[in-house]
Structure formats: structure tokens, C-alpha cells
């Protein structure tokens, strides 16, 4: 079971098992949401971006038939620099 903390406009909750709806509810209507990358986020930052873990768009990129390595140099080159890295987070682990 995911469990995730939402602390907006002086309220506190948790959420559990949230979806990709509750997510863009949660996020500033400016954030960035990429075209295909919907199974990526996961979760909002402090700001209202939407959070992209990396090795999950990595992951989608593969299933596009992608290698690995293409899908990396297609983050470097085409997702990362979009708005100078403003509007959405993305997570490495």
C-alpha cells in the first residue's frame, strides 16, 4: 500500500494509494505533464510540480521500444531541458 503525506493551504492529510487523478488534482494547473509519461509520476512536490521518477520513464520508453540507452539520451535531450528543468521535478534513485 502506498501512503502519501498532501500538505496544502494549512491542511494535512494522507492519501492512500493515490491515483494519477488525485495527483493532477493536487498539482498547480502550470505544471508540466508529458505526453506518455503518466505511469512516471509519482506524487507532487512542495511547489505543485508533478514528480517523474526517472527509472520509470525509462522503463515507459522501453515499452515504447526503446533501448536503454536511447531511452536515456531521449530524457537528456528532450524532457529534462523542456522550460530549463521548470514546471516538473524529476526524482533519480
Known amino acids: 500500500m502506498c501512503r502519501t503525506l ?14 494519477l487523478d488525485d495527483y493532477l488534482e493536487w498539482a498547480d494547473p502550470e505544471a508540466i505533464r508529458f505526453d506518455g509519461l503518466d505511469d512516471a509520476v509519482v506524487g507532487v512536490d512542495h511547489r505543485g510540480f508533478l514528480l517523474y521518477d526517472h527509472s520509470k520513464m525509462i522503463e515507459v520508453f522501453e515499452e ?30
Open 6 to 19: 498532501l500538505a496544502t493551504k494549512n491542511v494535512i492529510m494522507y492519501v492512500n494509494n493515490p491515483t
Open 64 to 93: 515504447q521500444g526503446m533501448t536503454t540507452d536511447e531511452a536515456y539520451e531521449w530524457i537528456d535531450f528532450n524532457v529534462i531541458p523542456v522550460m530549463g528543468g521548470e514546471g516538473f521535478t524529476v526524482i533519480y534513485q
